[in-house]
């Protein structure tokens, strides 16, 4: 590591290199250090820091590498932690992606440049296995070794699969599969790669993408002698997003016949597997083949199901679903479901001899299908919002937000389908995963979006929707149990959940041998109008909650034991099922729920809003947090993620047990807010107010020291346990509503309604109130360059967002100004009581109320 070089070395060097130099502290001097020897020194320190920081700072990150891109090696760091870590790719391209659509002209090439070499890094480096667990940090620092290992150690899997696949023979107990085959007695390998090895480069020769292949010495010699099912890679194949099971023939059409399912030669007019063949015609293929082991017969059945996916386009798929044409299809957004696992187990070849370069570059391409496909989920569910603004009825937008999500479903499902029928092999090579939140284990794939949970938030210009979906990790150890078997006995859970009417087992075992598979013995009779009508599995989740429950024993209770009781039922009317209810509820009826790494999540959907400003608040917010934990102060803040995946689209962690006070409000039109407030919490109520003060309190400082505008009752949530939050910070720091006129000129919100919650401005819990904003205040004030970093490596940066619309000084020094730095602390707390009695009903807050009231019907 290299040594800062000037004259004041020696200091500097002792500072890096102290226990008292943190994370902060690194960023600090990142920023203000531009000199080559000090910059190099503390971007290569950044290799020594957690994920979970560099994560906090990432946004400021990239803006910073853009700015010092010719003079600095930040971006080299950058491209660093995308080739180890996907969820770093992801995030870090969706960054540079909304900083190049910002076409700042001295930053533009630049971001274009880290969108390519970011992905490109993905792609070369030896990244963790697409699914590789990053919850810990720990398998991710490792390096691209480890990584490169771990990816290699599959492709022999990956190759018996596709060998099975193949020629249809299983490989013998304890035997290595090479494609052509090792001797039993000697072990060797022959020099040729055999039949599966001759499919693998036959595709890959025809490939445009690999025009070299072409020159193979012997590779027409080897197309005449063997004539095994191979994978079409023809550019009508590539247009419909598949690869195709043909026979093998040459270019030119040399008149070598098709393969059928039993492995006959078939008439080249005739397609592999006739999809809506009869069932006593398929019986008679499969009981000719006299052959019923497992592999044997998955590779019939994969085969088949092959062809049957081939046959239907996304059109069938949209009319079946009856989407409408606006809506987006995920058979056109995502492509065909059977892409990313055909690559990896037909063409990716050994991993010995010269097959090694030629397996290196289907990786490569394994990674690039993964690394796309995930990027076009979020921008396939960040343009349903856009698309659902074209009507303004609510029951419309539901139905569209439904219809599109069961088709997904539907697409999640066939994929789930290939990989219980795939063998062996890395499941979590197909699947999706929305990476909102850091700390989950990357192998968590989308199994499921539950429409029913689903909805959309209403809005006059916009129609953001909450997403909620289940996941799980799909090659977590079960014991002695097959990954794949145990997806297999999922998927027909599924199949049954959905009213599917099943093949029987017993029919199908009888030649094929399936009796104890009943997923391949449904598979092998199916056509393809069946698998067409088959649905998703759309479960709803039913209520355990009993009405009208009574009292126990009917004996009589007094009006405040009767109020006490009847706490639980106002809860339940406001905010519904608890969410630890639900998720216990969908578990249990999911055929996935048995998996120890099976979670319910939710996060809200955004189109055509730019939420890098959400991300700066949480950032703010969570420095906060931190602070009053560390000095074990009884503020409670919300620390929310967030996801941006462009400038105009993203996601934000659903808040859960929540109503917005307007919400509550209106159920109860003639009930005050602190009487609701009693009714909700009768059997808890020291404790519900206890947790309203402290997170209003703490919220009351974040809108203080940000700014924070536009807080009617519909941006304030309160919870189910008491507490309250705020939402929507596209209003703080310089920007304001009404085009920046500065209408709300209030420290911050603290109308009657809140303080009669509290007990009133006499009350023991009002002074609770006032004392922990001080004790807030003054502790806050010891951290000011620590919470105004965020915001000061974004402003440095050049960062055009509209919160800093009065420019870099000015934001700066009234977001200092504003901790009063300067006074003494007996001054401070004097002014913190000022802001207080300030806020206390404050006119322009009332009239703010006003407006938004008889405008848009805000209580």
Known sequence: MGKPAGANTGSLLRLFQSEFFDVHLHMHYLLSMESGGVQDYLVNALYKMGDDDVDFYLPQLCQLALLRYQKSSLHHFLKDKASKSMHFALKINWLMTSYAEDKRPEIREAALAMVQNCEEAMLLSGIEAPGGSEAGGAQASQGHHAGLHHTRASLPQLANAAGDLEDGTPPAAGAVTTGGGASPATGAVPSQPGVAGHVRWQAMRRSSSCPELASRPGAETEDAAVAPVRLSSTPKARRRGSFGFEGDRSDEGDGIGRTGIDGSPESSSQPVVAATSSTSSLRDRCAASGASTPGHCRSKVLRRFVSICQTLQPEQWSQAAKLQACLPNAYTELGNPLVDWMLATAEEGHVDGHMYERGQFMLKEVRRGFFSTQKRLVEMITKITVLLVQTADKDERKARLKCTVRLLNRWLLDRRVVGALAGDGQLSLMGLHIPALRGRDYRQQVLHVHADQCKVFSSATRAPFLLVYETAN???????????????????????????????????????????????????????????????????????????????????????????????????????????????????????????????????????????????????????????????????????????????????????NSMSVTGIKKMFPETSLADIFKDAFADQLFQAKRNFIESYAAYSLIVWFLQVKDRHNDNVMMLSSGHITHLDFGFMLSNSPGGNMGFEQSPFKLTQEFLDVMGGEFSDEYEYFRTLVVRGFLEARKHVDRIVLPVRMLLASGSKLPCFRDGLEWVLQTLQDRFYINLTEEACIEKVLELIDTSVNNWSTIQYDMYQKYMNGIV
């Not at 014991?479 to 049954?496: H, K, S, Y």
């Not at 094929?512 to 056509?527: F, I, K, N, V, W």
């Not at 216990?584 to 790494?597: L, V, W």
């Open 474 to 656: 799909l090659e977590e150890p079960r014991g002695d149990a097959d990954p794949t078997a145990v997806l297999a006995d999922c998927v027909i859970q599924e199949l049954r959940a959905a009213n599917c009417q099943l093949s029987c087992p017993e029919e199908a075992g009888g030649f094929l041998g399936l009796a104890e598979q009943p997923l391949l013995g449904h598979l092998a009779m199916l056509t393809s109008e069946e698998w067409l009508s088959t649905p998703a599995m759309d479960l709803v989740m039913a209520t355990n909650v009993e009405e009208g429950q009574g009292s126990p024993g009917g004996e009589e209770k007094s009006p405040s034991r009767r109020q006490r009781w009847k706490a639980p039922k106002v809860r339940l009317q406001i905010w519904g099922e608890s969410w630890e209810c639900r998720r216990a509820i969908i578990k249990r009826s999911s055929p996935f729920g048995t998996y120890p790494s099976w979670e319910l999540n939710a996060v809200v959907v955004k189109g055509g809003d730019d939420l890098r400003q959400e991300l700066l608040a949480s950032q703010v917010i969570k420095q906060f947090s931190s602070i009053f934990k560390e000095a074990r102060l009884p503020l409670w803040l919300k620390e929310m993620e967030v996801l941006v995946t462009s400038s105009s689209s993203g996601c934000i962690e659903f808040l859960h």
